[in-house]
């Protein structure tokens, strides 16, 4: 018999770090500082965190905290977002893989009336849909990497725009193929950063803005490797300005703005990588990590003797 | 008086936040239409029920309780940050007006938390109070920030709302300001540039009060001079435009010399006196925002907002500042060009509008352009103002502008050197850069050619770029143009689609007026 926990830290405007109601509380929520149990279950996936709303899979169906999002009306898109399939950027633009092709629409509104702004044939076999402020990427079952969105903001493009292969519609990431540790397995985004994590557990970041100061140094639209003190990389997660990483000897470790508590740190200036002096206690492991825009998650999974 | 109206004006905004919010949420859940869509809801309901609570909280606060200010002024923040950062997720003109009106009423509710905390630092609830210079420079930073930003935009409190507090505001804070003799009141004396006792905080009078530098670095040769008139009546001018010398051109660039004699700001209400300047930017606390670098098409070129104080002392003048002696042993290289250009100041500051006229010329049907009608654009209702004002050395780029314009020099000396619209061709226009059309600016760089700027030692050009200079420069030399230099006082006509090349020579103070 297992048991799983999902610790979380951050922004609880919006009460999404609460699963356990107890009673009607007329007091404003404050934001969680450090990591702290907030569910458990005999099962839980990785939480879909969005600005005001956390969303999570356990044995007993979806389990929701915070405030009820407008998507969460349509179930086929609540769905396809919890498995990654669906994604929807800063710009308010909503990206869905129906099992042929992405769909893109301008809107949530758009959505509602099913008015698609683009329908991208030419991606199939979709394993992984993430979106960033201005655009998505999509992962291929085969470890392609392909990129659209707004081409003021080439970097997280991470590939060559041109009349052909504009900004705007998918295509894939060169620099992303062929990589020494094998192809990736997992994509993260949000804000104006990317990631992309290999079978052979490398870690590659980039993206940026050129108008806005980065929380990581040296990013550029080139994916370069994310360098923790030579650990390798179990699992990644990205907020609107921070990021999350677990390593495989089980470390968290943090990196970004602080403003809600969401690095798990005490520390009010932003910070580059830091490991959370976070442990999931005796028998457990931690599983994965995830990011609302300026949440933080860990899964932990414990084994029955230490229940 | 004006504080306790201050205050209750906050009080009315935040009920009437919450009011807004509440209705709209009530509405969402009852039924779904476009037009609720484009309303504040647009932001998600989460948003705008984070927005109401805030409000809400903000209207049963009780002075001391830091713990409910401090998580109300962080969730102010949230509010702000998300909102804004949906203004980098747009273009400009793409970006909702629902997110620009959430980033105002924070703005609005942060405002009156200030305040709300200022009243609580010092205990006074008896209609008067002392703003402390870095609380009244937050109060007004806030709003500002409203103001430049997000356009403050919002049907019921919006741009009027933001007017009316500020008015309020310098009412309240001139209200404890010790006043003259002759009943002026000093808005300079705590301001930090004059905390060292030089003139500005002594006791002055308008007119005795010190005038910006006159100083001119460098003052290029004028070979072709634009003829200058008195002012011509509007059906002279309309005349002008109508029958030109050449009709493949179109009217030609004209200066008048007295067009606007009776201005406030060449007169009464002096432009040319920082002190004045001071007096109607809450003693140099407003926000403006400044390009920083020698022209805009250079590298290491942005853009930043600093007040206004800060832009007089440190770029404009820097003969103003208490510390000028020591400031004078740097060498006047290291120092970076700091220019207020192409901004809605007036707008900004309606005090400051009182100071100008439109100038009836404004008021004719000029041509369309003369070559190419795609750059026509739709008839505007009003002219469009702008101001521009800079230290010498300040540099507009050799570009073209869609409007006619009426460029009034109201304080110092400009250079502007026109080309017309037949010569398009010559001025090798730029392109796309970074997804932004360049289109209208030439990538000529006069001052370079004419050997007036030299690059910086550590930017010697590479013998390429030398060579394309040069090239440049041949092409350039046979290419007909005007050019003058503008006195206080000047009016230069520029016709639609003439290109132009501008130069501060001196602290310059301009204002411009686009119409078609």
Known sequence: ?307 | MAYRQLLQFCQDAAHQIRQECDELLLAAETKSSPQLQQSLLGCGPALVSLLSRQASVLARLELRDTSTTDLLAKRLEDILSISYSKFYCFLFKDLPVYWRQLYTDACILKFHLLLFQATSATGSDQGTMFLDEPVLAELVKTLDLALILAGAAGEQRGRIWVGKALDLLHEAWTSTQPENDDGSVRPTKRAKLAEKGDELSAPVDMLSAASFSTFQPFTPPVENPIPRHRAMSVEAFQTYMDSPSDSNLGPEPLIFTDLVEEWPARTTHPWCKPFYLLSRTFGGHRLVPVEIGRSYVDEGWGQKLITFGTLLQDYIDPSLSPDHVAQSDKSPASKQIAYLAQHPLLTQLPALRNDIRIPDLCYTSPPPHPTDSSKDQPEVDEPMLNAWFGPPGTITPLHNDPYHNLLVQVVGHKYVRLYSPLHTEQMHARGKEDGVEMGNTSSLDVGALEGWDRPAEDQQPSPDEQASEEMMRKALKDVPYVDCILNPGDTLYIPIGWWHYVRGLSVSFSVSFWWN
């Open chain 1, 1 to 307: 018999m297992k048991s799983m926990e999902l610790y979380a830290t951050g922004n609880n405007a919006w009460s999404q770090l609460t699963f356990e109601k107890t009673e009607d509380n007329l007091e404003e929520p404050i934001d969680l500082n450090s990591f702290q149990l907030v569910l458990k279950d005999p099962v839980l996936e990785r939480p879909y965190a969005s600005l005001a709303c956390t969303l999570v899979n356990t044995s007993n169906g979806v389990r929701t905290a915070g405030f009820p999002e407008d998507w969460m009306h349509s179930q086929s898109l609540k769905d396809q977002i919890l498995a990654s399939l669906a994604a929807i950027a800063g710009n308010g633009a909503i990206a869905v893989y129906d099992g042929e092709a992405v769909k893109q629409y301008q809107s949530g509104l758009h959505f509602q009336q099913g008015k698609t702004q683009s329908v991208f044939t030419s991606l199939r076999d979709v394993s992984q849909l993430v979106a960033y402020e201005t655009g998505f990427a999509a992962l291929s079952t085969t470890g392609q990497v392909w990129t659209w969105g707004d081409g003021r903001y080439e970097a997280c493009i991470s590939r060559e725009v041109s009349d052909t292969s504009p900004a705007d519609e998918p295509a894939t990431v060169p620099e992303l193929e062929d990589l020494p540790t094998g192809k990736v397995k997992k994509l993260a985004a949000a804000g104006y950063l990317l990631m992309a994590l290999t079978e052979g557990s490398d870690l590659y970041v980039w993206g940026g803005h050129p108008g806005l100061p980065g929380f990581l140094d040296d990013i550029s639209a080139s994916p370069s490797p994310v360098v923790i003190e030579d650990h390798d990389i179990a699992d990644c997660a990205i907020g609107q300005s921070h990021a999350v990483v677990l390593t495989m000897s089980g470390g968290v470790y943090t990196a970004g703005t602080n403003a809600n508590g969401q690095l798990g740190i005490a520390t009010e200036t932003d910070s580059p990588w830091v490991r959370v002096p976070f442990s999931p206690g005796p028998g457990g492991a931690i599983t994965s990590v995830a990011c609302g825009l300026r949440n933080s998650f860990v899964i932990v999974q414990k084994d029955s003797h230490h229940m």
